[in-house]
């Protein structure tokens, strides 16, 4: 079983992989691979009913997830449909190509602790289609976010769903993990950034605004409410979580409902054909359900493979045959680039326990960065790059040719710092 298992996740990867050869849509892929993995598993289990059972919880978490996207991907459309992004993309003149990467990259990185990397990627992408025309030249830009958002997302505790599991779980200490992981993650940025602000050259052009813009529907004071609201509610989703205790998405939800409300209020007196189009229903419509359906399919494939043991047996496989702590945690960063990093942490939590390794032990610390940033290696190795997937509609194989090896580079560079910093101060 575990086999078969095994190799129907890897045609299946491959199979999204080869998106743009077989002119198969990745969403229609990774269902199929989800729905087979779990086929499989049922089919040679006696106990039907436990299999459920688990796929029933499994789902329950997935769902977190996607109902967070999907929030996330209504605020933003939100936000677009009352121009919102106009206040941020008037005072970003720049239209030199190194420079705007620059200023793209650096806000990412910044904003990617105080959200998370998934919103952050989000937010930043539907800014970049207001910042560059050329969809060609917009794939670099997103290539950078990614890796940006990742990387941003790892010296936080909020930023990463991995670092809030070792968070949460008592291995790190918020404090520490963003003075211990500050300088390694900059490095991972600069890295990449410096070598592709070295090949970018000219200047970008901006997008036209269209003539039928719903700029002339919304007032400048509709414009400045619901952006401000919109950014509030994303930055309140991690505020709500501490203080609550529940999981983010239930943030989010109470955030798009109480956005809901101020648009139905700002736009009461409108007819209903104006206000339609300025409804959370109608920024519904708009979301790209396609890359949520994607989502979905892959978390339920390596869903599978976690409660098979495929996954902890890798995990105990490479601690048996790996030399050391170090190896293990870079190689299960890198593995993180092919299967999601949040139960690789999980199973690592479960094999090395606080006696081994206490809180705040460079074990904990060093795979909060190794497991954060090594995602960015390959589009689909992180829940940033599967968006931006989804919504630039980034080809698996233009990503690996063009921005892959830019990311293992910043990979390896923070980790360089990483260690330098540990036996310099140990």
Known sequence: MVILLTVTFVIGYMAIAAENLININKAATALITGVLCWTIYISNSSDKHHVAEQLTDNLGELSG??????????????????????IITRRITQTDKRKLLWIISLITFFLS?????????????????????????????????????????????????????????????????????????????????????IRLKGRIERPVMDADSNASLVSKRQQYIVFFAGVIVLISVPVFKSVTHLPPYMG?????????????????????????????AYALQKIDTPSILFFLGIL????????????????????????NDKIIVISMGLLSSIVDNVPLVAASQGMYSLNQYPTDHYFWEFLAYCTGTGGSVL?????????????????????????SLLALLGYFAGIGVYLLQYYISS
């Open 300 to 323: 339920i494939s390596i869903a599978a493979l976690q409660v098979t043991g495929v996954l902890s047996a890798l995990a105990v496989w490479m601690n048996a045959t790996l030399p």
């Open 379 to 403: 589009i689909i190795g992180s829940a940033a790059g599967i968006a931006a997937m989804g919504i630039e509609k980034i080809s698996f194989f233009w990503y690996i040719k063009h921005i």
């Open 252 to 280: 989010i939800l109470i955030g798009l409902g109480i956005l809901w409300i101020i648009t139905e209020i700002i736009h009461g007196k409108k007819n209903e054909e104006d206000k339609h189009i300025l409804s959370v």
């Open 65 to 86: 997830i996607l109902f967070f996207l999907m929030g996330a991907m209504t605020i933003v459309e939100l936000i677009d449909a009352h121009c919102g992004f106009d």
């Open 113 to 197: 602790p105080l959200l998370d990397n998934l919103t952050t990627t989000i937010v930043m992408i539907s800014l970049l289609r207001k910042l560059v025309k050329e969809p060609k030249e917009r794939l670099f830009f997103a290539g950078m976010i990614v890796i940006a958002a990742n990387v941003g997302g790892a010296w936080s505790p909020i930023g990463d769903v991995t670092t809030t599991m070792l968070w949460i779980g008592n291995q790190i200490t918020a404090g520490n993990i963003v003075k211990q992981l500050i300088l390694p993650s900059l490095a991972c940025l600069l890295t990449p950034l410096i070598i592709l602000s």
